[in-house]
């Protein structure tokens, strides 16, 4: 899992098989420069990219 991060906003995120994400780095590294961009295990960075329970939408849409 790549992501691209401004200060501590998540703005994008890439899911692939390791090879592919490391190409994805690669290419976006240049075109982000001076954001931060971290890879991390898909599988234990899922639950990061869930919103908190005060940001979500759920009760706003649910009546």
Known sequence: MVR???GDHLIAEYV?????AS?????MTP????LRIT?????TAGAVSELPSSEQLW???VQ
């Open 31 to 34: 075109k982000f420069t001076g």
């Open 4 to 6: 691209i991060w401004l």
């Open 23 to 27: 190409r994805y780095q690669r290419i």
């Open 39 to 43: 890879v991390d295990n898909a599988a």
């Open 16 to 20: 692939a098989e390791p090879d592919r």
């Open 59 to 61: 009760r706003l849409t």
